[in-house]
């Protein structure tokens, strides 16, 4: 299975893909997509968009994940930021892959276990975890979607472990799996 990780931006965007075989996961791919602040915002949504859909023509990922956006002090930074993150989104859709969001808190617990890490210990939980060289130059913007990326891959882990999965029907299936775990409405009464 391959899995292709985003950290939208409209300055930087960072993309991460790793690859799972055998229960491990491998980095393929990491880059960024450093965009001209001066460029009108439309250009720069479409080189995102672009360059995504690149990614996704030559790596041919199963799925996507994305880091959700953040409310930041600045709402046009904040609003610039979802567009970033729906031309990604856009790109996954029309390359008819399923599509995950994490938070940023989210990706720093799954991937250091503390949601608060700095951007250096994410990036060097990640070397660490899929063995990459700790003195090889990787942008942090990239090392945060490689983080992306590794999230959606323990998080479907640990949906696995459980018994369920990330789907529409994962309430349904649990509860076929496990009818005696389900309590009625009539035993509440």
Request: with cysteine.
């Amino acid at each position: 299975m391959r899995i292709i990780g985003i950290d939208p931006g409209t300055s930087v965007t960072g993309i991460g893909i790793i690859e799972i075989k055998g229960g491990k996961a491998s980095l393929l791919s990491y880059s960024t997509i450093n965009l001209n602040s001066k460029s009108p915002l439309p250009e720069r949504l479409k080189i995102i968009y672009d360059s995504c859909l690149e990614c996704i023509s030559e790596y041919k990922p199963d799925e996507f994940a994305i880091e959700t956006a953040f409310y930041g002090k600045n709402i046009q930074s904040t609003l610039k930021l979802g567009q970033a993150r729906g031309v990604a989104i856009i790109a996954a859709l029309n390359s008819n892959l399923k599509i995950s969001e994490y938070s940023p808190r989210e990706i720093k617990k799954s991937v250091t276990g503390n949601g608060a890490s700095s951007k250096e210990q994410v990036q060097y939980m990640i070397k660490t975890i899929l063995s990459v060289n700790k003195k090889e130059e990787m942008p942090v913007d990239s090392s945060d979607a490689v983080a992306v990326a590794l999230c959606h891959y323990f998080s479907r882990q640990n949906a696995a472990s459980a018994g369920y999965t990330k789907s529409r029907n994962s309430w349904k299936s649990f509860a076929e799996k496990n009818p005696g775990r389900i309590i009625s409405k009539k035993s509440l009464r």
